[in-house]
């Protein structure tokens, strides 16, 4: 999807509270600003929300000289579910639809969220997963359900570190026999890279690549040629998160999206308030008609 | 005041809200963002946040080619409070202390957000006055009431059009003989200028200046040297509003501030939560000690 004018001054606070996350140091703080009011009077619209943050946390791993500035915090966030698997899993196992439970976890994962300046405190974590197990969810859940079922192999595009662990449980579900795990190819943000799909153990159970980028979304056109040919030929594709949403919802191909809705631009977008819990699926491929041959 | 880093996503958003009420074209909107965003890479945040507004409202009247776009909104709040005077007034003149009431409803025509797109209901005034009236003054109320006494002429420095009606209350406590209204010179967003002080009968009663700015507040810079030697002169200075605070707040002289505090950053500058209404005074002029001559 294209950027919305009113992500403008929603990118300008997140430069200004991504810069004081890393720095407190007044002159890299204003420079920063300074430099993205810059680049975002000249850039292109027609690009996804998440080109928008690439370029943002580039210039500041740049300026601070860290390749991986919220590494700690990811290795806190990836701990800290991995306790309430035994619980939860008993809980997937127990449910009359242990897929339906396991989507809700997976999306409770995502809607809490772990940032990278604030903690997350484990009765937030219990809260949102309490949350996500009662209220209904927005969208095409069964649709998804069918698509699963059919599907022989299915790619998994994770979103951010901490929320793999509530991730693994609907790998669990779905098979990690046919499932492959992408997540991003370089540092950003607090999104999940090779090392957390490690440290919460997912490459024990499934394949994981990563697609070569470090924008917090997946943009294609951005993604190494191995992950794009991964992409194609994925027969079903799962993707987390509202980064992954901004940059493929126009992409046509067998695509779920799972996520909760953040922000007003997202929910105008949808047609669903913000804080709904989404299962929704991106245009479908064209099927050339025969008749029409 | 300095304009805060913190500003500067709250500009961003203020110019796009700024456009969309005067246009629906957009390209217009997004050439008005684009400019922005350019002209703040660069500008120098030792201005107050309302040389920054001041900006961006000057565009949009250059691009929307409309000296006065808010005129229409202006007449529906400066008549919508009109009405309530006679029971406003007796409500005063029945108080125990009439200054501090006239003082709180002038506070709750500050606090009452007539923008300049949403319409304000006579209930929502009824709420504003009625919180004002209940919650406490935050700030230095009996040093006012004390400056107000022993002062021979005083200088109002008004804010939006629509408070002016409940300014008039206060200015009848005041003692219309020995005030001075000050407006701005030409229009800025729904700020009041001399149209508005005529609408509301606050001629009739005192003398009315402008400031010659353009400015939504009071850059003493930007103004007409008419209005900086009435400044300079006066024995007492009542500037309402967050804009006439944020251009004054550093400006030594006999000041009173009255207004709401709307905002995080003005919250931590004077030590007071967001939604406090505040009546504070700006440093004391120095005066030179005989002993050190």
């Known amino acids: 999807m294209r950027s919305s004018l009113d992500c403008i001054p929603c990118f300008v606070r997140q430069t200004l509270e991504a810069a004081r996350a890393l720095s407190d140091d007044a002159t890299i ?3 920063t600003v ?3 009011l810059l680049w975002m009077a000249d850039a292109d619209l027609g690009q996804p929300p998440p080109a928008f943050a690439q370029h943002i946390h580039r210039r500041l791993r740049f300026v601070t000289g860290e390749h991986d ?3 700690a915090a990811k290795d806190r966030h990836n701990q800290m579910p991995l306790h309430l698997l035994p619980r939860l899993r008993a809980l997937v196992g127990g449910s009359s639809h242990p897929m339906d439970t396991a989507v809700r976890l997976a999306i409770a994962g995502n809607a809490i969220d772990m940032g990278v300046a604030a903690e997350v ?3 937030e974590l219990d809260q949102a997963i309490a949350q996500a197990l009662n209220r209904p969810l927005d969208g095409k ?3 998804f359900y069918r698509a699963v079922r059919s599907a022989e192999s299915i790619l998994y595009l994770a979103d ?3 929320e793999l662990a509530l991730d693994l449980l609907l790998i669990e579900q779905l098979g990690p026999h046919r499932v492959t795990v992408a997540v991003r190819g370089e540092p950003v943000l607090n999104d999940a890279t090779r090392i957390d799909a490690t440290d919460v153990g997912l490459d024990r159970i499934v394949e994981v690549v990563d697609n070569g980028s470090d924008a917090p ?3 294609l056109a951005d993604c190494s040629a191995k992950f794009r040919r991964r992409f194609a030929d994925a027969e079903l594709i799962i993707a987390k998160g509202q980064g992954n949403f901004e940059s493929l919802s126009e992409e046509p191909g067998n695509i779920f999206f799972l996520f909760k809705v953040k922000c007003r631009v997202i929910a105008d977008h949808v047609g669903m308030p913000v804080g709904a819990h989404v ?3 991106s245009p479908q491929r064209r099927t050339e008609s025969r008749e029409r041959v």
């Open 217 to 219: 979304g997946t943009i």
């Open 160 to 162: 951010n570190a901490g």
């Open 34 to 36: 300074r430099e993205m």
């Open 279 to 281: 299962v929704t699926q």
């Open 29 to 31: 703080l204003e420079d």
């Open 121 to 123: 405190t484990e009765s």
């Open 69 to 71: 500035p919220h590494r």
């Open 141 to 143: 859940p069964h649709e």
